[in-house]
């Protein structure tokens, strides 16, 4: 890594951590976690499931709903916005490369969006810990990986979304388009309009875990419940198919490869066009 690269690194996050959004966005989870253990949520139980194994489940399916909003809100006007506020002609008017610059700001926002989302996770750990509860690390290892690759893959889409966006308002309203549709194929629309034009169910399966949203879904639930109980049918075609192992492979290694596809895509894009 360069020395410009990381002088870029460092200068945007020193920019995030000055800002309210990113304390008001640390605070949230911070607050829900010691929300759940003041309501005793970790003497609850579900499926076998207690102690910090509830809340970690419990913290993961938050997590689904407010991580992909936010990374596509807050990072799809990075390029863009540097663009429109003449920063961007600025900074590349500097010994800077256009790679060094986009793989900069990528490498910034993935630290200022999960590093407090991962501190809340291992606050919780440590302070279950401390009230004498078993801490399974091995759930804890592999749900820090799961958000780890959700958070790769929406920054990926955001980047690329930033990159060939002309203003700042197409970047949020397209952003804001694709969570919904990926929302909304995750279960109801999809499977519902798939099978009532009675299209192969397999086919309607193997779609809906092309969705990087349904694959985290699906990669916690198989932790959480290791026969997928809770998804009914669907789960006997999963695990039929395909082991619990090689699941939660896939459930690595497709959010990650693709939010990398998106962001290299972006990257192209930026320094083969007009970007200032």
């Known amino acids: 890594m360069n020395n410009t690269l990381i002088q870029i690194l460092k200068t945007d996050i020193k920019q995030n951590l000055r800002s309210k959004t990113f304390w008001i966005y640390s605070a949230l989870f911070a607050g829900f976690v010691a929300t759940m253990f003041a309501t005793g ?13 509830r809340l970690m489940i419990t913290f993961m399916q938050v997590s689904m709903v407010i991580l992909p909003i936010y990374v596509l809100i807050s990072t799809v006007r990075s390029v863009v916005g540097d663009r429109e506020n003449g920063v961007l002609e600025y900074i590349l008017s500097l010994p800077i490369s256009f ?3 986009y793989w900069a700001k990528f490498a910034g926002r993935f630290f200022v969006i999960y590093i407090p989302v991962f501190l809340a996770f291992l606050g919780a750990a440590l302070w279950g810990l401390v009230k004498n509860l078993d801490v399974p690390w091995n759930l804890f290892v592999i749900y820090s990986e799961l958000l780890a690759v959700m958070v790769f893959f929406f920054l990926g889409l955001s980047m690329f979304i930033s990159s060939v966006s002309k ?12 969570w919904l549709f990926l929302v909304a ?7 519902g309009l798939l099978l009532k034009m009675r299209i192969n169910p397999e086919l309607v399966i193997g779609a809906s875990l092309l969705n990087p949203l349904q694959v985290f879904r699906t990669g916690s639930l198989i932790l959480f419940d290791p026969k997928l109980t809770v998804m009914g049918p ?4 999963i695990l039929d198919t395909v ?4 699941f939660l492979l896939y459930a690595l290694l497709y959010p990650f490869l693709t939010g990398l596809f998106f962001a ?10 007009d970007v200032v």
Do not use: C, P
Request: proline share 0%.
């Open 99 to 101: 790679s060094n610059y």
């Open 264 to 273: 290299w895509l972006g990257n192209r894009y930026f320094k083969s066009h």
């Open 41 to 53: 949520i970790t003497e609850s139980q579900v499926v076998g499931f207690v102690g910090l194994s």
């Open 185 to 191: 194929f995750m279960d109801i629309l999809l499977i």
């Open 167 to 178: 203003t700042q308002e197409l970047a949020l309203s397209s952003s804001f388009i694709i």
């Open 234 to 237: 669907v789960s006997y075609y």
């Open 243 to 246: 082991s619990r192992k090689v």
